[in-house]
């Protein structure tokens, strides 16, 4: 006798305008929320506590790079010489500057997201704490000039 799969989570329209608002406002209390909807906030923690148990929804903070002081970013790609790749990723996502790597296709082997409040400490940051990391052939910057979209909470439709 086999065991039968649960059944998959569907979000009905309530599910759904609680995710929406929370997009816009990931602070939205739950009194808020329910004010906005015409429920109570009992029944909207139950829900939010739902979609995110059945991993439908998940609310987390995301850093304003600008606000926080730096106004340096950068994507840097690397290309790897004569190491593994998945290895000075994980070298380089040790580092406190990093906010994002990822490997990649085409002429880079990773690629980093990089922030700094000044050049100098961009400066150091390359020359002492990259520059540390066996492996690293070549570096690529690209300094951004100006953001049009930054969504980390970018996610499908459900």
Do not use: C, W
Not at 7 to 20: G, H, K, Y
Not at 24 to 44: F, V
Not at 109 to 127: C, K, P, S
């Amino acid at each position: 006798m086999s065991e039968s799969a649960e059944p998959a989570f569907v979000p009905d329209e309530l599910d759904m305008e609680i995710i929406a608002l929370l997009r816009e406002d990931g602070r939205m209390s739950t009194q808020d929320i329910a004010k906005r909807l015409g429920s109570t906030s009992s029944t909207i923690r139950k829900r939010i506590r739902r979609l995110e148990d059945a991993k439908a929804m998940r609310v987390v903070a995301v850093t304003d790079f600008s606000a926080a002081g730096y106004d340096l970013l950068l994507a840097i790609g690397i290309e790897v010489e004569q190491y593994n790749a998945e290895a000075v990723g994980r070298q380089l996502a040790e580092l406190p500057e990093v906010f994002s790597v990822t490997m990649t296709t085409g002429p880079h082997d990773l690629e980093i997201l990089v922030a700094a409040q000044t050049f100098d400490q961009l400066a150091t940051f390359l020359h002492e704490e990259v520059s540390r990391i066996p492996g690293i052939g070549r570096l690529v910057p690209g300094l951004t000039v100006e953001v049009y979209k930054y969504q980390s909470d970018m996610v499908p439709q459900l």
